[in-house]
């Protein structure tokens, strides 16, 4: 596995340094890339699915436990080295460009990729990617089996903030509807190098069997309309043909909703 003094010396070598704009924030903590590693359970022949892998530390590992590794990296000069360290390696594909083909949508070359296989991500995630790009495989990808990623800890706070909270939001709605999400680490800023502005955390979002069967992008889009008027009393924003289910009345916010208080109001309203 990558040290410090190697990534410094990789770098060096090809006159680059991380680049700020992109997040290039390189975990340098061995056990704390083994610890996410290992919280995902992938192994040999499993398709992982890496965003943002940098100069490839957790690349290497994922590689030398046998997994097939989809890397998505936006950066060209980081995905030549990716190409020159890995290229002849089995098992290793590499996407240069942005994970995201949309602020909504994944990345139609990754999804080309990965195709109807079911994948993992495990990923020291871009800060800027991570929410949307979490979102999106929530929402619209039924093959992804679970979510291993390092984040910004304000984001792993939204994904398990309770209603009623500052940090509840869509994402905590679906995360938590959806899946289960689960605290792997927290992480302080001197893991990384260069050290990040703020705190990070390792969390695991496995998704769960139930509500499979409707559409969640709809249900999203339901959320975030009530959600964008979190203080609004739910009556007047639902209007005249808005039914409230029982249990929640007309003067309830949506910011005070449980996620199945939302579910189960977006499926008593009027067929859309």
């Known amino acids: 596995m990558q040290t410090l003094a190697e990534i410094k010396q990789i770098l060096e070598e090809r006159c680059m340094s991380p680049r700020h704009k992109l997040g290039q924030n390189f975990l340098i903590d061995h056990n704390l890339i083994r610890k996410l590693v290992d919280a995902s359970g992938v192994g040999a022949g499993d398709l992982v699915l890496e965003v943002g892998p940098g100069t490839g530390t957790m690349t290497e590992e994922l590689l030398d436990r046998g997994c097939r590794v989809v890397a998505c990296e936006l950066d060209p000069e980081m995905a030549e080295l990716l190409r020159d360290r890995n290229g002849s390696r089995e098992g290793f594909r590499l996407i240069e460009g ?46 992804c089996v679970g979510q291993y990623v390092t984040i910004q800890r304000e984001v792993a706070d939204r994904l398990m903030a309770k209603p009623g909270s500052k940090s509840f939001g869509v994402i905590s709605v679906v995360a938590q509807l959806f899946a289960e999400v689960g605290l792997v680490a927290k992480l302080p800023r001197e893991c990384f190098w260069p050290q990040p502005d703020v705190a990070s955390a390792m969390v695991s979002i496995v998704p769960g069997d139930a509500h499979k069967d409707f559409d969640r992008r709809m249900f999203a889009t339901f959320c975030q309309k009530l959600l964008g008027q979190r203080r609004k009393q739910l009556g007047g924003l639902l209007g005249k043909e808005g039914v409230l289910p029982q249990g929640i009345h007309p003067t309830s916010r949506a910011e005070s909703l449980s996620p199945s208080q939302f579910l189960g109001l977006y499926q008593a309203q009027p067929a859309r």
Do not use: Q
């Not at 080309?112 to 995630?125: I, P, R, S, Y």
């Not at 979490?134 to 093959?143: E, G, H, I, K, R």
């Open 98 to 143: 942005d994970c995201l083909e949309s602020k909504h949508e994944m990345s139609r070359a990754i999804a080309d990729v990965v195709g109807d296989e079911k994948f993992t991500l495990v990923a020291n995630l871009p800060y800027g990617a991570a929410t949307p790009l979490m979102l999106a495989l929530l929402l619209d990808w039924p093959t």
